[in-house]
């Protein structure tokens, strides 16, 4: 049987890997709808090779645009916008939805997805983040299954079927560290955006390379699990782990740890994500385990990446704190990548805002988007004000500031 695909974030580093495993199982999957932000030459070419049913862009523009390419028989195909993606996002003929948007703008088109009946690929961390508990009832209520693709969270799905679920003690949440592990916190103070964007072992988008960098991608995994297996956030630990061949693991209350290892490259969990509980023979590099036999462990360093702590303290806060959060961050590492604020101020400027943000019980999406917007405004005031201060500082002291304490 043939699994009718809609691929929500389709020309980024999730969807590109998603259309590779698709690629090679021309029998096995068919992509029905593609919809994609503004990388309209990428898209057009993704169209020409999968011919799917409906296409979607970010702007009217872009959708312009691609019909230009395209030609005037996608007249009717291509749709642009919110509105756009949430439609590739319910189209009848899809019944799997594949969800890599990057950040806050995967929350609305998903749930749509939940709403329509779809099964989840989940890759978008954001929906669980901002809104899990809505999302959580949503898919229980459609009986609809979600499937993380996120790398830990498809190791953590597939450990826990090792065992009960009410026999698992904790989640241990692996993280490689990002590129700044070694660095010292004054040296973090110099680190430049194109230093951020270099990771280890992954290669992913800007935004998310950022966020490993900061480790606020970890925090807002452990959000994300805390949602995905209905666990608190004080039995999910996060261990460092600068090899990324562990990818996370589930310990039982016998002691018992079980982990799934792997190289590190997506298509092992996206193929699992779209195949479960089949497998498939992807065809990739191996883990060589003689090549690979230092695997290490340490603990994380909350004073020097506080953002993984406001993560935890989101969490256990609750309500619209974490939608708070991740808005806040999503200003913060824009602000970072424009030069506008350093690399620790990512954090700062997190914590400013949620010290002033007022958390709501969420009652319905609309909460949650009120709690994004006035977060982004709050932290967007916060990002001014540190540039101004740094502008009176690069002025007054070359020596550079002293790092703030969040
Ligand atoms: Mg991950």
């Avoid at 009832?137 to 499937?147: D, F, G, P, S, T």
Wanted: with cysteine; glycine share 6%; net charge neutral.
């Amino acid at each position: 049987m043939t699994l009718n695909i809609s691929l929500l974030g389709s020309t980024g580093s999730i969807g590109t890997n998603v259309l590779d495993v698709v690629r090679q199982y021309p029998g096995k999957f068919r992509i029905v709808g593609l919809a994609a932000g503004n990388n309209v030459e990428r898209l057009r070419d993704q169209v020409e090779a999968f011919n799917p049913q409906l296409v979607s862009v970010a702007t009217e523009k872009g959708a312009a645009k691609l019909l230009e390419m395209l030609g005037p028989k996608w007249r009717d195909k291509i749709v642009h916008g919110r509105q756009g993606a949430i439609a590739v996002a319910t189209l009848p003929d899809a019944t799997t939805v594949v969800s890599a948007i990057v950040g806050a703008a995967g929350l609305l088109p998903t749930l749509s997805a939940i709403e329509a009946g779809k099964h989840i690929g989940l890759a978008n961390k954001e929906t669980l983040v901002m809104a899990g508990d809505l999302v959580m009832k949503a898919a229980r209520k459609n009986k609809v299954n979600i499937l993380p693709i996120d790398s830990e969270h498809n190791a953590i799905f597939q450990a826990l079927a090792a065992g009960q679920r009410q026999d698992v003690f904790k989640i241990i949440l692996t993280a490689s560290g990002g590129p700044f592990r070694e660095k010292s916190m004054e040296e973090l103070w110099d680190v430049s955006p194109d230093q951020a964007l270099a990771h280890p072992n992954w290669e992913m988008g800007r935004k998310i390379s950022i966020d490993s960098a900061t480790l606020m991608n970890k925090g807002l995994e452990v959000i994300e699990a805390s949602w995905l297996f209905d666990i608190k956030v004080e039995d999910i630990e996060v261990v460092i782990h600068p090899q990324s061949i562990v990818h996370s693991m589930v310990e039982f209350i016998d002691g018992s740890v079980i982990s799934q290892m792997g190289v590190p490259d997506m298509r092992i969990p996206i193929a699992y994500a779209l195949s479960y509980p089949d497998r498939l023979r992807i065809n990739l590099p191996r883990l060589n385990l003689i090549k690979n036999q230092d695997l290490s462990f340490h603990a994380p360093d909350f004073k020097k990446f506080p953002a993984l702590k406001l993560a935890y303290q989101a969490c256990k806060r609750g309500g619209t704190m974490p939608a708070a959060l991740n808005a806040a961050n999503e200003i913060a590492v824009e602000a970072f990548l424009n030069g506008k604020i350093r690399f620790p101020e990512i954090a700062l400027v997190v914590a400013e805002t949620l010290e002033r943000h007022d958390p709501k019980e969420i009652k319905d999406v609309d909460t949650v988007l009120q709690a994004d917007l006035s977060a982004r405004m709050q932290a967007e005031s916060v990002v001014e004000a540190l540039g101004m201060r740094s502008r009176q500082k690069r002025g007054l002291d070359l020596a550079g500031p002293a790092m703030p304490v969040a």
